[in-house]
């Protein structure tokens, strides 16, 4: 059977088979060291069981030596022996009964005077090393000796033993009587060598071992079996059935709910997980109740859009037009009235100062008419950037040269500032002459008599930074950011007292940002004013994607997304690219 056969038949899970590795793991080690350490015992005790036997069966060789000697000749025996003769009999006696049924042995005593070199090998271990008492051995069981455990005591008598053996009719009796005299401390005799066969042993510890193992896998494997019922009913099936449910959840079966009765803590898990479906059901219907609101609010804010896009347009042919057709008749006028004054015969006073007024208000209204046409350019995207390589000074020095009369007209010193090495600019200067042209006039203009206007020219490597600065009136903190809004200009008295169209600003910031680049304020009400106008070193065309550049038929199509009337605008003649002196 394979594995995965195996595993749909139980329908084990990850979560089953990980309990079952980690708990089966644990039970083997504990329950392998626990009957490891219970077998390392119980074979430690049957070891010394098989070494307090080899100690009495010493015990019993010796008095069984006795026994023999002392009963060849029992007519030399004083009373005294006789009765420790009896009482080594009834040892013996006794001795026999504390052995095992059917034990194989066989005792040897090895006397000190021994001339055999294996029992001198033998005496020598225990000469050498006297407080050496007793050794025991484990041999291979050969095929012609039974016996495989071998026991050895060496054999030592105090000043009692020395006597007796003394004795002239116990030194004739035996090999043990010693030669050392009884003052002379314990006297060595001999080494008892006990050999016994310990496969009954054996096979009884085979046997234990074999029953601890069997009894250790039928443990491991009983556990095994209940904790995979402890694990499968109790533990895995409500975490399979959580995930039953939220797997219905997730393919939008939102009336599921889990039904878990346990009475523990999965019970309170599947009430909280009841808790939290309909917490996200009611939080689903409030987010649908807002995305619907919010659908209707982005197709009014796409249909009022629509309607701005249509009327900025109309607004933008309309100032087109109406400028283009102003300043045809303007221009007439400007002329006509250069005429007049050059006439014959030369016109009055009076006349020559209608004449002027009217010269001085054209000119008004047609510098308005000329930011008008530019404004609108520069918001349509139909502004031409023109690059050239110039120096920026050569614009610097033509344009102070140019209002360095108007500045001394109201006494105003008028300076600039250059820094050295400022390296050739490939920019329009067209547009960069028309912003200082705008700047500079806004300077002088609010600047009082007396005062003071500078042009501050900078580069920090890859930007040209150019800086106009006046002591004139400043601008309040509250109308820095109103500045540069079209027709738009601040509420001071002075500004009332000088006319402008409120576009001059307008038009610096739409330059700067045709260049690539912007404009900065800082100022102080009554101290005076900075303007700085950062554009790149060198100019980079960029391709912008202005709204009414879009094809007509897209524009239709997102009139009739969001409902939104559209009709093409009326096209109007461009005009024609006119040059003039500011």
Not at 69 to 83: F, H, I, T, Y
Not at 258 to 275: C, K, M, P, V, Y
Not at 427 to 444: C, E, M, T
Request: glycine share 6%.
């Amino acid at each position: 059977m394979s594995y995965r056969r195996f595993k749909r038949l139980l329908g084990e899970t990850y979560l089953e088979r990980k309990c079952l590795l980690l708990f089966g793991t644990a039970s083997l080690l504990l329950i392998t060291g626990s009957f490891w350490y219970y077998a390392w015992m119980t074979e430690g005790l049957v070891y010394d069981q098989a070494r307090m036997t080899g100690r009495l069966l010493v015990y019993q060789a010796l008095l069984r030596l006795h026994l023999d000697k002392w009963g060849e000749d029992l007519a030399k025996l004083d009373p005294n022996q006789r009765e420790l003769l009896q009482q080594m009999q009834q040892r013996i006696t006794g001795l026999s009964r504390c052995f095992p049924e059917g034990l194989l042995y066989k005792s040897e005593i090895i006397p000190a005077s021994s001339n055999d070199p294996q029992h001198q090998a033998v005496l020598q271990e225990f000469q050498a090393n006297p407080e050496r008492r007793e050794t025991d051995l484990y041999l291979e069981t050969a095929a012609d000796s039974p016996y495989n455990y071998i026991f050895r005591a060496a054999l030592w008598g105090d000043h009692r033993c020395i006597r007796c053996h003394q004795q002239e009719h116990v030194r004739t009796l035996g090999t043990l009587a010693p030669h050392a005299a009884p003052e002379e401390g314990p006297a060595f005799f001999g080494v008892a060598n006990i050999a016994m066969s310990t496969q009954e042993l054996d096979s009884e510890i085979h046997k234990n071992r074999a029953i601890l193992i069997a009894t250790a896998f039928v443990t491991v494997l009983l556990l095994m079996s209940g904790s995979y019922l402890i694990v499968r009913y109790v533990i895995v099936k409500p975490v399979k059935h959580l995930k039953e449910v939220s797997d219905a959840i997730s393919a939008g079966q939102l009336n599921v709910r889990s039904e878990i009765q346990t009475g523990d803590e999965f019970e309170d898990l599947s009430h909280a997980f009841n808790r939290m479906i309909r917490t996200l059901v009611s939080m689903q219907d409030q987010l649908r109740r807002v995305n619907a609101d919010l659908d209707r609010k982005v197709d009014e804010l796409a249909q009022a859009n629509m309607a701005l896009y249509q009327s900025n347009k109309l607004k933008d042919d309309f100032l087109a037009t109406v400028s283009h057709e102003l300043r045809t008749p303007l221009n007439s006028i400007l002329g006509f009235s250069e005429v007049l004054l050059s006439s014959e015969p030369p016109l009055s006073e009076k006349q020559q100062r209608w004449v002027k007024n009217i010269q001085t208000s054209g000119q008004q209204l047609l510098n308005l008419i000329n930011d008008v046409l530019d404004l609108a350019k520069m918001e349509a995207g139909r502004m031409e950037v023109r690059v050239e390589q110039f120096h920026p000074s050569e614009i610097v020095d033509a344009m102070l040269n140019m209002f360095r009369p108007l500045a001394e007209k109201k006494n105003i010193a008028l300076t600039s500032e250059i820094e050295v090495g400022i390296p050739p600019a490939k920019q329009d200067p067209s547009k960069i002459q028309q912003i200082l042209w705008n700047l500079l006039s806004n300077a002088i203009k609010f600047t009082p008599e007396g005062g003071r206007v500078s042009v501050r020219v900078e580069t920090d490597g890859a930007h040209l930074i150019l800086s106009v600065s006046d002591t004139g009136i400043g601008i309040a903190p509250e109308d820095q950011g109103k500045v540069f809004e079209k027709f738009r200009q601040v509420g001071q008295a002075l500004t009332r007292e000088q006319s402008g169209t409120g576009l001059g600003l307008s038009i610096v910031r739409e330059l700067a940002k045709l260049l690539g680049g912007n404009v900065g304020l800082k100022s102080e009400l009554g101290r005076g004013s900075t303007f700085t106008v950062t554009v790149p070193l060198h100019w980079e065309a960029t391709s912008p994607v202005p709204v009414d550049s879009l094809e007509p038929s897209m524009l239709a199509s997102l009139a009739g997304r969001y409902g939104a009337p559209w009709r093409p605008a009326k096209e109007t003649p461009r005009p024609p690219e006119e040059t003039h002196d500011d």
